[in-house]
């Protein structure tokens, strides 16, 4: 059964649907959905409808420009077409969208087998790559070089405070991959032992630099520390024009929860009086989650940014892209999109 456009907001919201790509096909669909719901009489009032849906969406996760990019691409199709066929009927522009949908649907399709098989062909034989976060453009590329006999050795890092490492892990597990997990500060140790970094992205801003998982920072300083290629595959649509005008990508923070959470602790067994005079401070209580402490203020970006001097190449559609060379070939994109027969 298909989800409503609010659902599908939810959804997104609480990443039970996560990663950029993923995020984007499930917010297109979304504005497909409630073009088929509304009931608008007019063409007008239905794109009134779309531009709430989408801005609905695009508030759900705010460091989304790919999101952005795809509902943005659908509307100005919208409007375009509205002024295009001023004698056709709101039923035919609802068609109109949901076969644009698949045009857009289809050229994210390609762009990613496209990476993956440029990806594939840089990796070198039995090639140690440490991975970060779930990216479905890392994992396309890992499988790629898998069926290509190139046998990669991949490390997973965990990702806290999601875990969305472990899901990387079960992906690249489940496509033969060789594949190890180690936790997220295991990564400075384990480096010097890497022939690369592959990282994907949320979002790449008008300098190159790159919007991904917090801790993607810090690996690519590593990386550059021990000589080790950092690249980042993504689609130009991971672009963020509006990075042109307002110079920084906003990071998106996120609950407290996510952070103290998950964790389970020994308590202490003894009284907080005794504790505090000192006597017998072993922790040997039951396993249990600890409560926040008032007044304790947690911090939870989601993402960080790591600054282009730090990335080898990014691997687009477009080839090995060095990052300063990014911006021009995803604006020439955005330019041409979307292409309207009239
Ligand atoms: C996911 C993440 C991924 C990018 C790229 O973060 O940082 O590296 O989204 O993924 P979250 P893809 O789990 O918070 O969404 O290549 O699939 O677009």
Redesign the pocket.
Known sequence: MSRSPTETAEDIRA?RI???????RAALAALNEAAQASSAPSKGALYEDLLQTARMLEET?PT?P?MRNALEDSLRYALVWIRTHQSLEPKELVEALEQHQHEILDEMEAA?GTIAKIGAAEIPDHAAIMV????????RLLTEAQKLGKHPKVTCLE?RP?Y?GRLTARELAAAGVDVRLAVDSAAGSLMNKMDGVL????AITSEGDLV??IG?YGLAQMAHLHSVRFLC???LY?YDPLTRFKGTESI?QRAAGEVWGSGRYRQEKNSEEESRAGKNLAHDGPLAPLPIPQNLKIINP??DRTPARFISAYITEAGLTPPGQLAILAERKLKNSPKIEV
């Open positions: 990443l996560q990663g950029a790509r993923r995020v984007a996760r989304e790919m990613v970060h976060c779930h990216s479905t453009t890392v994992v990702t999601l969305q990282v994907g992205a949320d991904n998982k993607t595959v993504a689609e991971k998106e989601a993402f």
